[in-house]
């Protein structure tokens, strides 16, 4: 099971700190991603992080300017997100799947409820 949080209505510019706690399975077993859905689009990957947090990926509309990270000891990941703008308005989404990473949505096997991130200008 899968709990997001932090998200919340900023301006753009401002950063955001959001957070997934994991709980019913080895946390370190699995690797971690966030996706988004803004309304009326497709959920898009935006980070993954691998089980031992050494190799991340990211989407290039975030590069630079979010970081994913996880401390296992908690069984949390975490999203970073720095210099918002409006285009990162969505529902972000964590996810799991067990060992390799991946960008792709359809790969995952759990997912935590959502959480809601609004910029404004």
């Known amino acids: 099971q899968l709990q997001a949080s932090g998200g919340g209505s900023v301006q753009a510019g401002d950063s955001l700190r959001l957070s997934c706690v994991a709980s019913?399975?080895?946390?370190?077993?699995?690797?971690t991603g966030w996706f988004r859905q803004a309304p009326g689009k497709e959920r898009e990957f935006v980070a993954t992080?691998?089980?031992?947090?050494?190799?991340?990926y990211y989407s290039d509309s975030v590069e630079g300017r979010f970081t994913i990270s996880r401390d296992n000891a908690k069984n949390t990941v975490y999203l970073q997100m720095n210099r918002l703008k409006r285009e990162d308005t969505a529902v972000y989404y964590c996810?799991?799947?067990?060992?390799?990473?991946?960008?792709?949505?359809?790969?995952?096997?759990?997912w935590g409820q959502g959480t809601q991130v609004t910029v404004s200008s």
């Open positions: 996810a799991a799947r067990a060992y390799a990473t991946s960008t792709e949505d359809n790969e995952y096997d759990y």
């Open positions: 992080i691998s089980m031992t947090g050494r190799t991340t």
């Open positions: 019913g399975r080895t946390f370190s077993d699995f690797s």
